[in-house]
Every structure is written in C-alpha cells, then in structure tokens.
C-alpha cells in the first residue's frame, strides 16, 4: 500500500485530534470528573461563555505576541505586527468550537517574508492550545501588495505541511516561535 504524504498529514492531523481528546478527558478532569479543558458545554450560560471567550483571545495574544521577527531582533508585538484587537474568537456553541481569527501587519507593503510570519503564527497557536479551533490567519486589509496570495498559502493545510517539511523552512519558523528562557 503506497501512502502519499497528504494522507500521512491527514493520518497525524486525526491521531493529534485524538490524542487532544484523551488528554482532555485523562489529564484535565475536576474533583467532579467533568473536563476542564475549555470545550463548549450546551448548558454554559452566555455570561460564562463570554468569559471563556475572553480568555482564549487573551491566551491566543499572549502566545503570538512572543514571536520573533525572521529579520529583526524584536518580537512581532514589538514591531506591531500583531495586537490585541488584531485577535478575533468567535464561539459556535452547536459546533462545540471557537473560530479563531488572527489579523497580522507586515511592517512593509512589499514584506517577503510575510507568508513565514503567517506560517509561524499558525504553528505556535496550533502547538500550544487544547481547544477545538478553526483557526483563520489574515493579513490586514490592504497591508500587503500580495495579501490574497499569502492568505490562501497560510491557511491551506496542504500548503502549511509541504512548508513544514522543508528542513531550512521549519528550522526557521522554529527559531521565530521558540520561547526565550
């Protein structure tokens, strides 16, 4: 049986989905033996799902602000690539997920390395948060000389793994996400 790499990416993609899942059930229960993973309960109240909103978008900022710039020794909340305001969470209660949507500004309108801040941002939120999310990556509007291009690449899940398997490429996005000690 010949696998091709889109569907090893597919294979991983459903044993991360999983594994999320026992590590919610297993590791994040309360005395009570519910999960305290941020999954949406039907019966949370609007009051408490705002909340919970509240903290993803916060939690969300806090994990892209640290980035670093593949060019410059600053992070890209530094540089005012990424701000607060630039992070959207959308609860959908009957889907039990959050939408996530991250708006980013390239220092320069003819920024090329744009689509690898993207791809960094996509990778450390995806590597650092147990929530269901559907998770969109924009550039601001009119930002970019490029920005329908770059917003395509950096939300393709196809597009993302063939980046991440190139060694050079990943060992940049690496070094951009890795947290200072």
């Known amino acids: 049986m010949i696998l091709t790499i889109s569907s090893l990416l597919m294979m991983f993609a459903n044993l991360m989905q999983q594994t999320k899942k026992i590590i919610q059930e297993k590791y994040l229960k309360n005395d009570s033996g519910n999960t305290t993973a941020t999954m949406i309960e039907i019966d949370t109240t609007d009051e408490q799902l705002e909340e919970k909103t509240q903290e993803l978008k916060d939690q969300i900022f806090d994990i892209i ?4 710039d593949p060019e410059k020794p600053a992070t890209l909340e530094d540089l005012n690539v990424v701000y607060e305001n630039g992070v959207e969470v959308i609860n959908q209660r009957s889907l039990k997920l959050y939408t996530v949507r991250i708006e980013f500004n390239p220092t320069v309108p003819h920024c090329s390395l744009a689509t690898l801040i993207g791809l960094s941002i996509r990778i450390k939120v995806i590597r650092s948060i147990l929530e269901n999310v559907k998770l969109d990556i924009y550039i601001k509007e009119g930002a ?9 690449q950096i939300n393709d899940k196809e597009r993302v793994a063939a980046a991440m398997e190139n060694p050079s490429l990943r060992d940049v996005v690496e070094k951009c996400i890795k947290e200072e000690e």
């Open 144 to 152: 970019h000389t490029t920005e329908e291009e770059i917003n395509k």
């Open 65 to 68: 602000r640290t980035i670093k």
